[in-house]
Structures are given as C-alpha cells and as structure tokens.
C-alpha cells in the first residue's frame, strides 16, 4: 500500500471514546519569556492519546514539538492548564507524586538513546525497573523477554558501545517501556539512524505499541514513518491539529 494511500484510509480521530485517554492534555498554555519578547509556544491545547494507540506528531522546526512533549511526560509545568495521566490530573500534585506517575507510567525515548555506557543492554533496561522497587531476578526476566521481542536475545550482555546504532535505539525502546507506562513519548527517536534502520526501528516500535497497549507520541518529520502510525498530528498555531 503506498503512503498516499495509507494517510486517506486513516480515519480521523474525531468521535468522543468512553474509555479513559491514557493521557489527556486540557488547555495547556507555555510561554517563553525572552528579554523583552514573550514567545507563546502552546496556546491551548487539547490532545488526548487512548491505550493502544500510536499518534506522529510532525510539526516544522521551533514550533514547540520537544516543549509538548516536556509538558506531557511531567518534565516541565505548563503556565496554565492540566495534564491528566490514565485520567489522573496532575497539575496539582506535589513534586515527589509527578516524579513517581512519571517514572511509572510515562516512558522516554530521545534521537540520542542515552543508555549508560558501563551497563550491559540487560542492565540498562533493568534499571528502571529497580528503581520502582522490583528485585533484581524479576527485573532481569522482564528485561530479557522485552529484548527477546526487539529481536536483541542475542545482545543481551553487550555495553552500548557493542551494538549498532538500531540496536542501541531498541534498547532505550525497550528501557522506556520496562515498567509497562500508560504512555510512552519519543522525540525524533530515529533522527540519527539511516533509513532502513529507522524502519526496523519504527516497525518494531508500533508493533510494540499494538502488543501491549500503551499510547505512543512520537516526535518526526519522517512522513513515511508517520504513516504508518494511527493518527498524524501537527502544532499550528500553538494548538494541535489532526492532520489526514
Ligand atoms: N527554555 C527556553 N527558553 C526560551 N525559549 C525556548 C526555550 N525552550 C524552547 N524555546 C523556544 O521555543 C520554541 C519551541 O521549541 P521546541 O524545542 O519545543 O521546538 P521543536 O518543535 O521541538 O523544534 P525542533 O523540531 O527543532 O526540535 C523554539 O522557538 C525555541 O527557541
């Protein structure tokens, strides 16, 4: 099926679900302040992502797409409005709560995988894990079985250092989704591989993602990849706006 084809048939999500959005973004402003300038980033947006369900955010360069994804995986506040998480509001929780829903229940995959170079790619996918309070042989089986599914069975013991740089990038896939989140997010997450190794990458990502039901937002200008994912969704005007 061509692109073309595929970006038609995809129905837009425009129908109300009765399910609980795995994250739920309401009126959320950011501004920059900048000497005297003042540069208003997101100006109000609405964006929910239901479990299951894989959405390509594609804006131009500068148009607050890292911003979006700051503010929705509990990096950054916003100046106003709520970011609910498996329909938990979390804007006025305290710090240490944002901390924990955020190491449980969101998951980060960057364009450079930032896996520690010491680490094995077992042990860098049973961190996470370990620092939510799971013991060391539960860790290291879930780990395994993450890694057997991104095809690196065989890697299980290499240091980043050992591995190219499509394995690398499934492992920080596989480190970000450890605890099982309600929504994992990547910026750009193959912007430093070459295409086909971004395609295996992005494959095994949506795959991944119909498997085990969490939501994904994934940062790219790639419009093939994008299209393969279920909805496509850009910034205009500080707001987002389904594409398709
Ligand atoms: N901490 C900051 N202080 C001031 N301005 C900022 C800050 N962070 C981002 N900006 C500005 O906000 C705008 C949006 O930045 P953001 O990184 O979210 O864009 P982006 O869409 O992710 O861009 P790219 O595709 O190039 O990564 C940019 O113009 C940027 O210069």
Do not use: W
Request: charged share 25%.
């Amino acid at each position: 099926m061509s692109d073309a084809e595929t970006m038609t048939e995809t129905a837009p999500e425009t129908a109300p679900r009765a399910e609980t959005a795995a994250l739920s973004l309401r009126a959320i402003e950011r501004q920059y302040v900048q000497g005297d300038s003042t540069l208003e980033i997101l100006r109000g947006v609405n964006f929910d992502v239901f479990p299951g369900q894989s959405v390509a955010l594609m804006a131009p360069s500068g148009t607050g797409k890292s911003t979006l994804l700051h503010v929705a995986g509990l990096l950054e506040h916003p100046d106003s409005g709520e970011v609910f998480v498996r329909g938990t509001a979390t804007a006025e929780l305290p710090d240490q709560e944002r901390t924990r829903i955020r190491r449980t229940q969101i998951g980060f995959v960057y364009q450079f995988h930032h896996l520690l170079p010491e680490f094995s790619a077992l042990e860098n996918v049973m961190m996470p894990q370990m620092i939510r309070g799971l013991g060391k042989g539960e860790a290291a089986k879930r780990a395994g079985e993450l890694l057997g599914y991104l095809g690196l069975g065989e890697r299980l013991t290499h240091r980043p250092s050992e591995l190219s740089g499509g394995e690398q990038q499934r492992v920080a896939i596989a480190r970000a989704v450890a605890n099982a989140p309600a929504v994992l997010l990547a910026d750009e997450p193959t912007g430093n591989l070459d295409p086909k190794t971004s395609d295996h990458v992005f494959e095994t990502l949506t795959q991944l993602v119909r498997a085990s039901g969490f939501a994904a937002v994934v940062a790219t200008h790639n419009m093939d990849l994008a299209a393969r994912m279920d909805r496509r969704v850009t910034l205009r005007d500080g707001q987002v706006v389904e594409l398709d």
